[in-house]
Structures are given as structure tokens and as C-alpha cells.
């Protein structure tokens, strides 16, 4: 059995949800009403919010607005979100969203992560068995991917490995990255 998150005994960031909600663009104020609807109202930089309430705003936005929202969000965190300065290799810009996680989130417990591991020269592994959905993680990655491609390389592919997935009950995802 995999391990139960304590995702209730954490909170998120209000920057981080706000650039949640910035990813939004047309729809802003849908995503403000969906968060007061949880009790995160008002939003603000430097106040800490209930991590479970947060969750339940991503499930209604994936329901009620869809998936690729849920993706398109991930894709903009990296714009929108603070991350260590002075990344400069492809690697490192993987290896820093664990640590930009663990800055925007507070708690005691297990709240998962990001695992990156270097498969080859150009090949590694990201393992997700955080609570946010696979969408946002896969958005994420994309788009760091594209942030951190190193010049001598056409692409960045972040693909899916089949089986193991949190849309359907798995504990973790796990992305193969190459460039
Ligand atoms: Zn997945």
C-alpha cells in the first residue's frame, strides 16, 4: 500500500496560488471563486492556505473547466513561480522543482515530491507522487523542459511511462525526460 500523504497537516503559499490563478488567464475570476468557495479568500502573498482546500479547487477545475486546463496551469508555473536563481543546466532546472515545492509548501509529514534521477547523458527520470494531478505535472515539466533546453538540442521530450498514474488511484507518476 503506499503511504497516505498528510497533505492535511499542510499548507500552500498564497504566491504560489496566485500564480496558480494568474495561469488562468480568461478565466481568473472563475478560478478566485473557486478557491473563496474553499476558504482561501482573500488570496494574499504572504499568508498560508489549507493544502487539502487547494487540492479540491484543482479536482473542480479539472471537472468543471478540464484537463488541459489543469495542464495549461502547469505549463505557466514556471513563469509564474520563484525558483532558485542562477539555473543554468538542464538538469539542475529538473532537480529545482523539489525544491521550489518544499519552499512553497509548510507542514510536518510526508507531502511526496519530485524524484529526478539522470538515466543517461541525456536521458532521466522524474518521479511525481505528489498530490497535485498528473496533468499539472506533465504541463510543468514541458515547459521547464523548453525553459532549460540546452542549445544543441532540438527537443525536450517528457513522456508519460505507461502503467503506474494518479488519475487512476496510483500513488506516483513517473515522467521519462530526454533531450
Ligand atoms: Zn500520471
Known amino acids: 500500500?503506499?503511504?497516505r500523504l498528510a497533505v492535511s497537516k499542510f499548507e500552500v503559499n498564497g504566491q504560489a496560488i496566485m500564480a496558480v490563478v494568474a495561469a488562468m488567464s480568461i478565466t481568473q475570476?472563475?478560478?478566485?471563486?473557486?478557491?473563496?468557495?474553499?476558504?482561501i479568500a482573500p488570496l494574499e502573498k504572504e499568508r498560508w492556505y489549507p493544502m487539502d482546500k487547494f487540492l479540491v479547487v484543482f479536482e473542480a477545475?479539472?471537472?468543471?473547466?478540464?484537463?488541459?486546463?489543469?495542464?495549461?496551469v502547469g505549463r505557466k508555473i514556471p513563469e509564474n513561480a520563484i525558483f532558485p536563481p542562477n539555473i543554468q543546466a538542464i538538469e539542475d532546472g529538473f532537480r529545482s522543482v523539489d525544491m521550489?515545492?518544499?519552499?512553497?509548501?509548510?507542514?510536518?509529514?510526508?507531502?511526496?515530491?519530485?524524484?529526478?534521477?539522470?538515466?543517461?547523458?541525456?536521458?532521466?527520470?522524474?518521479?511525481?507522487?505528489?498530490?497535485?494531478?498528473?496533468?499539472?505535472?506533465?504541463g510543468l515539466l514541458e515547459?521547464?523542459?523548453?525553459r532549460f533546453r540546452p542549445v544543441d538540442s532540438l527537443w525536450v521530450r517528457v513522456e508519460h511511462q505507461p502503467g503506474s498514474c494518479r488519475k487512476s488511484g496510483a500513488a506516483s507518476c513517473?515522467?521519462?525526460l530526454s533531450w
Open 100 to 138: 521550489a515545492y518544499r519552499m512553497n509548501h509548510r507542514g510536518t509529514g510526508s507531502i511526496g515530491g519530485y524524484r529526478y534521477s539522470q538515466v543517461g547523458p541525456r536521458t532521466a527520470q522524474m518521479l511525481c507522487d505528489n498530490p497535485y494531478p498528473c496533468s499539472l505535472d506533465e
Open 29 to 39: 475570476n472563475r478560478a478566485l471563486k473557486m478557491l473563496a468557495a474553499q476558504g
Open 143 to 146: 515547459a521547464l523542459g523548453e
Open 1 to 3: 500500500m503506499a503511504e
Open 61 to 72: 477545475i479539472g471537472k468543471e473547466i478540464g484537463p488541459n486546463t489543469i495542464k495549461a
Open 174 to 176: 513517473t515522467f521519462n
